[in-house]
Each structure stands twice: as C-alpha cells, then as structure tokens.
C-alpha cells in the first residue's frame, strides 16, 4: 500500500476514486457481518483485492468520519507491480 499522505493534497483524480471507494465502502461497514459475495462484488467493482476490501472496510468502521482520505491509501490491481 501507498504511504498515507494528507487528504488535502490529493488530486482531483485521486479524490474522485476515494469518494468512489466510500460509497461502496459505507455500505459494507453498516452491516454487522460481512457476507463474502458482497466483499466479492465490492472488490470486483472497485478493481482492489477482498483482503484490501475488508481492510478499508475495518478501517470506515474505525475511523468513519476521515474515510475518504483513508480510502486514498489502497491501490487498485493495475497499480501493483508484479513481481
């Protein structure tokens, strides 16, 4: 994952794919349990890996008001460098 970095200083781009991120993140962390088709979809939608999934949702659930900036810090697939 990407070091974090202050959310002011995000790009329109990177800000625009953060608030992407919430809206389909928000509603996973609403739930008590977590359902494994609905990580799935989530993580298909947002291009990310379940386990990034489940750690941006752990992180809404912790710290739900600065979730946006949070969700800055998870890299999509395409981003990853493949060994």
């Known amino acids: 994952m990407q070091k974090w970095r202050e959310w002011s200083t995000a790009s329109d781009a990177d800000w625009g794919m953060a608030l992407q991120r919430e809206a389909v993140i928000r509603p996973l962390a609403e739930q008590p349990r977590l359902a ?3 990580v799935a979809e989530a993580a298909s ?3 990310l890996a379940r386990v990034t ?3 941006l949702v752990r992180r809404y659930r912790q710290t739900a008001p600065n979730v946006v900036a949070n969700a800055l810090k998870a890299r999509t ?3 990853r460098a493949i060994p």
Do not use: A, M
């Open 53 to 55: 999934i489940y750690r």
């Open 45 to 47: 939608r947002l291009r």
């Open 77 to 79: 697939h395409s981003e």
């Open 36 to 38: 494994e088709p609905d």
